[in-house]
C-alpha cells in the first residue's frame, strides 16, 4: 500500500476529529485531494492555490541559491580571502564550493525556522478553528529567509514569525483575509523590535558583528547605508546588477529577480502592471531628486546629497526595491484588485519607495514601507476605481435614456 | 460579601471584567497607549483616575438635583479639572520626577472619556454611595488594563518592572543577555500598546464568547 493510499485511510479515519485538517493539509500538499465538488458550477483549472504557490517559491529558489553563495562570498571577500568577482555573472571566485557551504549553513537554519514556526503556527490555528490549514504560508516562510540579514539570531526570527503570522495574518481570518502583507510585517516587526540587528553597517556580512571593536573588525555595509552617510561605495554598476554586493540574503541580484519576475509574468501570477508602474514610480521620483541635485537647489554638504545625486536608475539595482516590487507589492490578497488601481498602486509603491530612501536615512530601506502603506491603502483605491466606474456607467446610462 | 449587597458589589466587579471600560466600551484608549510604556507611571494614572472618577461621581451625584440639565456639562468639566489639579499639584509635590514624566498625561484625565462616560451614564442618576462603587469599579477596569499592559511593555521593551532589572543587566550582560537575548524595541512604541491591548481583547472574548458583537 503505497503512502498515498494510507493518507487517503488516515483521512477518513480521522473525518470529523479535531485533528482533521492536520491530516488533510498533509494530504492534500502532496497529492490531488480524492474529492469533488458537489453541485453548482465547476471551474477546471490546474491552476489552485497550492501550485500558484508552489511557483512563486519555484521562481524564489535562484534568489535563495544566489543568496548562499553570495553570504560566503561576501563574508570571504571581507576577510580579504579571496579576490572581487571579476569575470561577469559567471566569475569563478563567486560560484565557489565553500562561499556556498557557508551561505547553506548560515541560510538554510533560517530557512527551517521560518516554515518550521509559520507552519506550526498555521496548523495550530486550523486544529483549533476547525478550518483547512491554507496554503498561504508556503510563499511567506520562503519570502522571510531572503529579506532579513544573514547574520539575524534565530531566536528573534522566532518570535517575529510568531508574531507576524499571528497578528499580521490569523488574527485577520487567515490567508486571503490578511491586510499587511505577512512577510513585510515579520520584517517590519524586527526592524522596529530589533534594529541593532536589523539596520547599520554590521550585519549584512556574516562575521562582521562579532568581530566589532576586534582588530579584525570587517565592514558589512550596504549601498544604501553608505549613501545615507554621503560616503563612496566601490561596487560598479555591473556588481549591482548581478548581486555581488552585501545585503538582505536573496535581495541582491537584480538580474535573478528579474528571471522571477519573468517566470510570474509568463505564469500569470504576479501581475506586470504592478511591476511596471512601480518601476515607473521608482524613476520618476528618481529622476526628480536628481534634477534637485542638479539644479543646485541642494548643497554638497547636505545629508541628503548622496542620495539625491546618484543616477536614478540605479535606485533599481540597490537595496530590496527590486526584490519587494516583484514578489512582495504583486501579492494577490493584499495588493489592488482593479487594473486601473493596480498602476496607482504599483506608482505610488516605487515612489515613495525612493522617497523614504532619500529623506529619512533612519530607514534606508523606504520598500518594506512603502508597500505595508499601499497594502493598507489598496482597498481605498479599489474602491475609487469602482465608484468612478459605476459613475460613469450611470452617465453613459443617462444620456441614452435621455 | 458582608460590606456590600449583591448589587453593590456588582458596580465594582462588572467594570472589571466583562463591562471593562476598555476592552468592552473601548474608552480612554489615548491614555492606555502613551503612558503604559513602563509600569510605574501606568500604575501611578490608576490611581489618580481612581481619585477622579471616584470623588468625582460622588460630588456629581450630590449635586445632581441642583445642576440645571443645561450647563451639566460644564459643571461636570469644573469638577473633573479641580479635581485633577488636585492630583496634579499631588503629584508635583510628592513624586516631581514622576510627575514630569506623566507630563500633560495627568492634565489630560480631564478629556478621559470614561470620566464624562461615568458622570453622564451613572451619577447623575443615583445615589452618592452608589456612583463612588461605580466610579471606584471602572476606574479599577481601566487601571487594571494599564498595569497589564504596562507590566507586558516594561518587561518585554526595558526588561525592567518599576525599574528594576529582572531579565539581567543588558550592558553588562548578566542573566538572560549572557545568551544573546535583546530588549524588544517595538514595545516601546505606542502602536505595540495597541496591539497588546488587542491581545488582551482577544483573549478576554475568546473566554467569554457572549461579548462577541454581531455584525
Sequence with gaps: MGLKQKLHRLKEKYKGTKMAPAFNALHTFLYLPNDTTHGGTHVKAADDLKRTMNIVIMALIPCLIFGMFNAGYQHYLALGEINAASGGFFSSEFWTMSNFSLGAWKILPLVAISYGVGLGIEFLFAVIKGHEVEEGYLVTGMLVPLIVPVDIPLWMLVVAVAFGVVIGKEVFGGTGMNILNPALTIRAFLFFAY???????????????????????????????????????EYDTMDMFFGFIPGSVGETSTLLIILGALILIFTKIGSWRIMLSSIIGALVMGYLFNLVAEWGWISESSKFYSLMSIEFWKHLLIGGLAF?????????????????????????????????????PAYPEGVMLAILLMNVFAPTIDHYVLQGNIKRRAKRLKVKTA | MGLLSKKDSKLILDPLADNNPITIQVLGICSALAITAQLKPSIVMAISVIFVLGVGNVIISLMRNIIPSKIRIIVQLIVVATLVIIVDQVLKAFAYELSKELSVFIGLIITNCIIMGRFEAFALGNGPWKSFLDGVGNALGYGIILIIVGFFRELLGSGTLFGFKVLGDPVEKTFLYSIGYENNGFMVLPPMALIVVGIIIWVQRSRNRALIEEN
Design chain 1, 195 to 233: 534594529p541593532t540587528w536589523m539596520s547599520g553597517d554590521k550585519v549584512w556580512v556574516h562575521g562582521a558583528v562579532e568581530r566589532a571593536g576586534t582588530p579584525d573588525a570587517i565592514s558589512g555595509e550596504t549601498i544604501l547605508g553608505s549613501l545615507a552617510q554621503n560616503k563612496v561605495f
Design chain 1, 324 to 360: 519587494g516590487i516583484v514578489y512582495m507589492a504583486t501579492d494577490p490578497v493584499t495588493a489592488s484588485q482593479t487594473n486601473k488601481g493596480k498602476w496607482f498602486y504599483g506608482f505610488l509603491i516605487g515612489f515613495i519607495s525612493v522617497m523614504i530612501r532619500v529623506f529619512n
